[in-house]
């Protein structure tokens, strides 16, 4: 509160100095993880490789039961001149999180490359690959879920992913820029 006090006595130089400041640190970007949130989709970006309408589909909690499975869903977009790989993924919700090849059986390692100036789909649709939460450990809900996602080349990131009804789908989106 001191610190308050002591910027409005400074004058409105300083006041405006201090509101710049804070509007720089909120808008700097390409330094570490960021998250948005667009329309129910989460998107996010590490380095230069962007995590793009990021979700879990789920049945009714009803329908579930600790030690199933979920689908979550995502594009990767990768915006340097350099591959970058996303190697790993996981959450404290279920005991893994692994790549699927549509109806195969999951494959442990999740080893994801995408071109420079690629894009890879990772979304909703008939023996696509995908990621799977795999045995979760309670039944889910609308409340978002942390995963966190990794890669040699950008780093970690954790998103706040939402939990999706089965009957919304999400489709197939493409990124935006």
């Known amino acids: 509160m001191r610190e308050w006090n002591a910027i409005f006595r400074g004058g409105p130089r300083v006041f405006l ?3 710049l400041l804070l509007a720089c640190g909120a ?5 570490g993880p960021e998250q948005w949130d667009r329309g129910g989709l989460v998107d996010g970006q590490v380095g230069m490789l962007r995590l793009v309408h990021v979700h879990i589909l789920a049945p009714s909690m009803d329908k579930q039961k600790a030690g199933d499975d979920l689908g979550l869903y995502l594009t990767l977009v990768n915006n340097g001149d350099r591959e970058q790989v996303l190697d ?7 005991d893994k999180v692994v790549y699927r090849e549509g109806a195969a059986p999951a494959d442990q ?4 490359a995408v071109p420079p100036r690629g894009t890879i789909s990772l979304q909703q649709g008939h023996d696509r690959p995908h990621l799977e939460l795999v045995g979760i450990h309670r039944p889910m809900g609308a409340t978002p879920v942390d995963v966190t996602f990794r890669s040699p080349t950008a780093g970690t990131l954790t998103l706040r992913i939402p939990v999706l009804p089965l009957s919304r789908g999400a489709g197939n989106p493409s990124p935006s820029r």
């Open 109 to 112: 390692a999740i080893h994801v």
């Open 17 to 19: 100095a201090a509101c």
């Open 27 to 31: 808008c700097s970007s390409g330094r």
């Open 88 to 94: 790993g993924a996981s959450t404290v919700h279920a």
